[in-house]
C-alpha cells in the first residue's frame, strides 16, 4: 500500500503541485494530500493501491472528513466536465487549489495539456487582468456565487470579462436564481454544479448528471450519488465509510449524501442539507425554498435562512440579506406571501454587508446563527 504525502499548497506557486498531480494521478509518485496554511499538515498513512488524492470535505457537519480519490475518479470527472462544456480548454483558477473545486481545475488543465492561470487572491481587478493572459481558443473558470455576484455588481469592465468565458463552473453554494438572471442578461454561460469532495468535485451541471453519473432519491429525498467519480471510502474512518458509501449490483461506486432533492420536468433540484431543515412548530422548512423566494425580491442580493432558537414553536426562520438598501421584516414578509406558505415566512431578519462564508464559498449558518442583531417581529401564524 502507498503512503501518503501531506503537501503544502501555496498561493502563486503551483507549479509544485501540479507536478505531484501529474505524478499521482499516472503513478509515477506517490498520493498526495494537500493543505494550505494556517491548517496544519495532515497525517500521513497508508492509503489503498489506486488512491492519487486525500482531500478533507468541508466540514459541514463538523470535523472535516479525508476523502480517497482514485486516479480513474479524478480523470473521469475532468473528462465528463470538458465533455458537458464541449471540449478541453485553458482555465482560469480563482478559487483557493487545495479544496477539491480548485484542484479539479488544475487536473482539467493537465488533461487538456493546457497550463492554468491562476489567481493568489480573488479580487475584481486580479480577475479582469487575469482573464487578458487567457490565450486559450476555449476558456472556462470555476467561481463560487458570491464571486459572480461582485463581478456582476463591478461593472462594464468586469461583466465583459466574466462574458468572455466559454462556460463558467458556478458551485460551492447554492445559486441564487437572481444571480443567475442577472448573468443570462450580460451573455454568461452559467453550469450551475452539484457535487462534493466525495464525487471528485461536481457531478451534476445544471440539474443533469455528468456522463458516468446517475442520481437516486429516496422517499425522504435523501440524494444518493452514483458512478465512476465516486470515491472509494474516507481515511482512517472505516464505520463512516461503510454507513454511506457502497456499490450497486454491477460494481458501480455509491455516496450517499446529507441532501435532500426533488426532479423538476426532469432536472435535480438540491432544497439543502438535511441538518439544515428548519422545524417550525411540528412543521419543516427547506432553506433554500426560502432562499430563492428571498432572492427574487427587489434589491435583495443575497440570502441565507437559518433556524433560529423559538421558545414557542422550536425554531422561527431567520433570515440574513445582502441588499441594496435596508429592508423592514414586515415588508419582507408581507412580499413572500405569495410564494411562501405561511409557516415558512420569516420571523427574523438579519441585515448583512457581506455573507460568512466558509470553505469554498458555502455560507458560514453557524456564524449567522451567533449575530445578536436578528430583528424579530411577532406574528401570528
Not at 91 to 99: N, R, S, T
Not at 114 to 134: K, N, Q, S, Y
Request: with cysteine.
Amino acid at each position: 500500500m502507498p503512503t501518503l504525502l501531506p503537501f503544502l499548497v501555496r498561493p502563486g506557486e503551483l507549479g509544485s503541485y501540479r507536478s505531484a498531480l501529474a505524478a499521482a494521478l499516472d503513478g509515477t509518485g506517490p498520493p498526495i494530500s494537500p493543505y494550505a496554511e494556517p491548517s496544519p499538515p495532515p497525517e500521513t498513512a497508508e492509503v489503498p493501491d489506486g488512491v492519487a488524492l486525500v482531500v478533507s470535505t468541508s466540514g459541514s457537519t463538523g470535523t472535516p472528513k479525508r476523502a480517497m480519490l482514485g486516479r480513474d475518479a479524478l480523470v473521469a470527472s475532468a473528462d465528463a466536465t470538458h465533455e458537458r462544456l464541449g471540449g478541453p480548454g485553458q482555465w482560469l483558477l480563482p478559487m483557493p487549489p487545495q479544496h477539491i473545486a480548485g484542484t479539479q481545475v488544475l487536473i482539467r488543465s493537465l488533461r487538456a495539456g493546457v497550463d492554468p492561470v491562476t489567481l493568489g487572491a480573488f479580487g475584481v481587478d486580479e480577475f479582469i487582468d487575469a482573464t487578458a493572459r487567457l490565450v486559450g481558443e476555449r476558456r472556462y473558470t470555476s467561481l463560487v456565487p458570491t464571486q459572480l455576484r461582485r463581478l456582476l455588481d463591478a461593472g462594464p469592465a468586469a461583466r465583459e470579462a466574466v462574458a468572455s468565458y466559454d462556460g463558467l463552473l458556478l458551485g460551492g453554494a447554492a445559486s441564487p436564481p437572481a444571480l443567475l438572471a442577472d448573468a443570462a442578461d450580460a451573455g454568461i454561460r452559467v453550469l450551475t454544479t452539484y457535487g462534493m469532495s466525495e464525487t471528485s468535485g461536481g457531478c451534476v451541471y445544471d440539474g443533469a448528471p455528468l456522463t458516468g453519473t446517475t442520481v437516486q432519491l429516496a422517499d425522504d429525498g435523501r440524494i444518493t450519488l452514483c458512478g465512476n467519480t465516486i470515491a472509494s471510502g474516507y481515511l482512517g474512518a472505516a464505520e463512516l465509510t461503510a454507513e454511506v458509501f457502497g456499490t450497486l449490483a454491477d460494481g458501480t461506486r455509491t455516496f450517499r449524501t446529507d441532501d435532500i432533492g426533488t426532479w423538476q420536468q426532469g432536472r435535480l433540484h438540491v432544497l439543502g442539507r438535511i441538518d439544515d431543515l428548519i422545524n417550525t412548530g411540528g412543521l419543516k422548512v427547506a432553506p433554500r425554498v426560502v432562499e430563492e423566494a428571498a432572492t427574487h425580491l427587489p434589491d435583495v442580493l443575497e440570502a441565507v435562512a437559518v433556524g433560529l432558537p423559538d421558545a414557542e414553536w422550536g425554531q422561527a426562520v431567520g433570515l440574513a440579506i445582502r441588499a441594496r438598501k435596508p429592508l423592514d421584516l414586515a415588508d419582507i414578509r408581507a412580499a413572500l406571501r405569495e410564494t411562501l406558505p405561511s409557516y415558512a415566512l420569516p420571523r427574523r431578519l438579519l441585515l448583512i454587508d457581506e455573507l460568512p462564508l466558509r470553505g469554498p464559498g458555502k455560507p458560514d449558518r453557524a456564524a449567522l446563527l451567533e449575530r445578536v442583531e436578528w430583528q424579530t417581529l411577532p406574528a401570528p401564524r
